[in-house]
Nanobody, 122 residues
Framework: QVQLVESGGGLVQPGGSLRLSCAASASGKTIKIDSVGWYRQAPGKQRDLVAGITSGGRTIAADSVKGRFTISRDNAKNTVYLQMNSLKPEDTAVYYC??????????????WGQGTQVTVSS
């Protein structure tokens, strides 16, 4: 079973920075992550895409985070990062990663991480 584990969330003051990590692993299996998206969900709101990255490194970002958030990946570590700078109170949410992962088949399967809380407050 493939697991996605997010880390790096926490409490930060407005204007601060955090780096989230999403690491994929599977016991006893060689896996490869394909495309990955970071999503966020604030209380009472829907889960929205924040940024995404393809296997080839092409990226997209929501208008609300362009110029502040950067998504990147380390294929050797099966890990994707979300660097968040100039954080604002409205960035407060639970952040989830969603990844398409190859784990032996011809097509990838889709997985969600458990989420990591980001709180931006003074």
């Amino acid at each position: 079973q493939v697991q996605l584990v997010e880390s790096g969330g926490g409490l930060v003051q407005p204007g601060g920075s955090l780096r989230l990590s999403c690491a994929a692993s599977a016991s006893g299996k060689t896996i490869k992550i394909d495309s990955v998206g970071w999503y966020r969900q604030a209380p009472g709101k829907q889960r929205d895409l924040v940024a995404g990255i393809t296997s080839g490194g092409r990226t997209i970002a929501a208008d609300s985070v362009k110029g502040r958030f950067t998504i990147s990946r380390d294929n050797a570590k099966n890990t994707v990062y979300l660097q968040m700078n100039s954080l604002k109170p409205e960035d407060t949410a639970v952040y989830y990663c969603n990844a398409a992962v190859y784990s032996g088949g011809f097509s990838p399967s889709n997985y969600w991480g458990q989420g990591t809380q980001v709180t931006v407050s003074s």
